[in-house]
Each structure stands twice: as C-alpha cells, then as structure tokens.
C-alpha cells in the first residue's frame, strides 16, 4: 500500500469525521445505510470532538439554526463515508493490520518524540483506536479511488484547447524586486534627513535597519521581496513602477506613512508557452478526469443505495 500524501497528523481533525464506527442493530440509531446504523453514540463522539477543536464555533444552544446545520453537515459526512466504506468492500478492498500500522508509524515519525505525538492526539479528543479507525477509512477511500477512477491521460488537444481557454493561469505579470524605509506619518523630518543621509551615499539597509517602522522589512535591510507592485497601494506603487533599477524614490506618502523607495530588480511580464505549460495541464486534467470518474461512480452508488435518516432534527431542511 502506498504512502498517502493526505496521510499526515495535520488531519487528525479532518480525519475525525471520517471514522464513526458503523454498528448494526443499534436501539438508538441517527440514521442507516444499506441496513448498516449510525448509533447515536457514534455521532454525539465526532461532534464532541469537533466542538473540542473549534469550541468557539459552538457557542450557543445546541438547537440553533447555526448548530443543528452543522450536524446535518456531520451526518452527510458520516453517511456518505459508510458508503464509501461498503463501495470498497464490494470492489475488493482489503486493508490489513499492517497497512494500518504503517501509516500510523509514518504519522508518529513526524513528532519529535512519543509524548508529543500522544499530547497531539488528547488534544484532538482521540485515542489510539480512534486513529486507527479513521486511518483505516483513508486507506479504504484511496483504494476504491485508485480502484474506480485509474489514471487518465489527456489527448494533446485537450491539453491545448484547455491552455487556449486559460492562458491567464501561465501568465506571470512583471514583478519588481523592492526595498523601503518607511517612517509615521507625523514624522517627515526624520525622513527628510534619512533621505539626505541615503543621497549623500548612506547605506540604505542599514538605514532601513535603524528608522523603519515597518519591522517586518526593517530587520531585512527594507526588503519587500519580489512582487508585482498591484500588491502595493496605488501611491507606493505608482512611484515604484516609475523607477528605474537602481534608482531611489524621494518621498512617497500613503496611507501607511512616509516611504523611501529602492528599486533593486524588475522582472518583465511572462507568458508560458503550450509547450512549458504541457504537463502542468496534463497533471491537471487527469486529477480532474480521475475526481469525475470518482463522483460519478459514488453518485450511482448513493441513488443505488437505501438511506434512512432516523432523527426527525437531523433530516434536511425542507
């Protein structure tokens, strides 16, 4: 069984809403499918946990609107991840013990130590076999994926007919490397004197280092990097585009304060051929042939399927 890329402790908690343990025969079941129940017990668990995640966004009674949608949403989930559960199954899928524990050894390798990994495991309100369970359900998601919706190759027309329907994806517009000082609004003498400092040949990093109160870029020499200048403000941008590289702007005034511009580099605008652009939009157009063929197949199984949602609050709103 291969690695799975999604396969990682950063999903713990979306993980959690993939792992109900489906029980038949339940005296107190939220819903069925295809006979097999979704026990009140179950359900109340994956919704503890989640408000354990994000307890502010449950704040409330648990009968607001706000609240009862979201454990529609939940229920949707867990049903639809039985179904995929028993779409696996019926296609053969077999994950073993040791599949499993392969990808838990993988996840707890990423942790510094054993007691981090076990402290990021409570806080996500899980055990161990809760892990498990939901691990288990990720290896059964992508063998039915692999299983139903093989690898499609696109035809050399498709992949230009899509670079033809949005070239603007390959187009990369010119950027210009930028550095600043930039000073209060209230406090243009200092910047009229650092700008004299800077003409009569002052290093500007070092300036930027010592008066910017934009710390970010001071600490950095006032390096802002490489950007197109649209992420700027119209009146820094306006006079960092009439620069020249090399060249140093005399005081610009925005809303932020006053600045003191130094154009390093500049990139001109860039556009991808269909050639470089290729196996980006074959990668593409392949996930998105694969997605289809996935949801296609889980559509067919749903509308074959006998679906029952037993909590009359649960059932979607009309």
């Not at 107190?28 to 408000?51: H, L, P, Q, Y």
């Not at 609107?65 to 949403?73: A, C, G, N, V």
């Not at 990021?120 to 939901?134: C, P, Q, Y």
């Amino acid at each position: 069984m291969k690695t799975l890329s999604r396969l990682v402790l950063s999903l713990i908690v979306a993980s959690m809403l993939m792992g109900a343990t489906a029980c038949s025969g339940s005296s107190d079941d939220v819903a069925t499918v295809n006979g097999t129940s979704i026990t009140r017990a179950d359900f109340d668990k994956v919704f503890e946990m989640a408000k354990a995640q994000n307890p502010g966004a449950f704040e409330g009674s648990e009968e607001s609107t706000m609240i009862l949608e979201y454990k529609r949403s939940l229920l949707d989930t867990l049903m639809e991840n039985e179904l995929i559960r028993q779409a696996a199954e019926e296609e053969g899928a077999d994950i073993s013990d040791a599949d499993v524990q392969e990808q838990i050894d993988a996840i707890v390798s990423g942790f510094a130590d054993q007691a981090t990994f076990d402290q990021a495991l409570a806080d996500a309100g899980m055990t161990m076999d809760d892990l498990r369970l939901n691990v288990r359900d990720q290896l059964m998601y992508q063998y039915l994926y692999d299983k139903v919706a093989p690898a499609v190759t696109p035809t050399d027309a498709e992949i230009a007919a899509y670079y033809e329907e949005n070239m603007e994806q390959f187009a990369t517009p010119a950027q210009s490397q930028l550095s600043h000082i930039l000073f209060a609004t209230d406090d243009k003498a200092t910047a009229e004197k650092v700008l004299a400092e800077l003409k009569g040949g002052a290093d500007f990093a070092e300036l930027a280092k010592q008066y910017s109160i934009d710390t970010g870029s001071g600490a950095n020499g006032g390096d802002l990097g490489l950007s197109s200048t649209d992420a700027y403000v119209t009146e820094f941008a306006d006079a960092a585009d009439a620069l020249k590289v090399g060249e140093m702007s005399g005081l610009v005034e925005s809303q932020f304060g006053w600045h003191i511009i130094l154009k390093v580099d500049e990139q001109p605008a860039a556009q991808q051929t269909l050639e470089e652009a290729s196996a980006t939009i074959s990668n593409t157009l392949g996930q998105q042939g694969r997605n289809d063929a996935f949801i296609a197949y889980m559509d067919k199984f749903k509308a074959d399927s006998e679906i029952v949602v037993l909590d009359e609050t649960l059932k979607a709103s009309e």
